[in-house]
Antibody, heavy 119, light 107 residues
């Protein structure tokens, strides 16, 4: 079964840091681009960023609100995706989801989400 | 950035109704458009990618169309489990951008 499981969410004070993890199973993790998407309370979905697969050099892209504060990384040997969040702001409060993007497809499988509260 | 405008922002419909949601991009995005269903407390579910390709395992009552700047999602016969919020996403250019969402409610 294809599965993504996020962890690492919690309550952090403004200015603090947090590292989210996403454990993948049931598919060849290294072949896929991986994305983070968030949803703030009462708001819509917001794309956070992407890390491409090894074939594409593990390069990254970020949304403007998080660029320079968040870093996406991956460890293909552990089938794991990470989101390092620094200089956290109250507006970063959200449920954070990881998702995979196979070649020719986009965000086809999602994790259950992990909640981050900045207060 | 490419702005995605969804309409309507909400709608009320009855079981069995045919429902269409539209999404307009601020610039041409070819067919790089996806649709997602979101229910409270649940992870988003991918429905459509490449504007009209149905994700594996998704009911054929969902269909997508369009290219360039104008897109639509149609639910052919609304069922109780379809009441949710629907989002479009453009992935032609970075940053990827979602539409504001369309909440489908029971009439």
């Amino acid at each position: 079964e294809v599965q993504l499981v996020e962890s690492g969410g919690g309550l952090v004070q403004p200015g603090g840091s947090l590292r989210l993890s996403c454990a993948a199973s049931g598919f060849t993790f290294s072949d896929h681009h991986m994305d983070w998407v968030r949803q703030a309370p009462g708001k819509g979905l917001e794309w956070v960023g992407r890390i491409r697969n090894k074939a594409n050099g593990y390069t990254t892209e970020y949304a403007a609100p998080v660029r320079g504060r968040f870093t996406i990384s991956r460890d293909d040997s552990k089938n794991s995706l990470y989101l390092q969040m620094n200089s956290l702001k109250t507006e970063d409060t959200a449920v954070y989801y990881c998702s995979r993007s196979p070649s020719g497809n986009i965000l086809d499988v999602w994790g259950q989400g992990t909640t981050v509260t900045i207060s | 950035d490419t702005q995605m405008t969804q309409s309507p922002s909400s709608l009320s419909a009855s079981v069995g109704d045919r429902v269409t949601i539209t999404c307009r991009a601020s610039q041409g995005i070819s067919s790089s458009l996806a649709w997602f269903q979101k229910k409270p407390g649940k992870a988003p579910k991918s429905l459509i990618y490449a504007a009209s390709s149905l994700q594996s395992g998704v009911s054929s009552k969902f269909s997508g169309s369009g290219s360039g700047t104008d897109f639509s999602l149609t639910i052919s016969s609304l069922q109780p489990e379809d009441f949710a919020t629907y989002y479009c996403l453009q992935y032609k250019t970075y940053p990827f951008t979602f539409g504001g969402g369309t909440k489908v409610e029971i009439k």
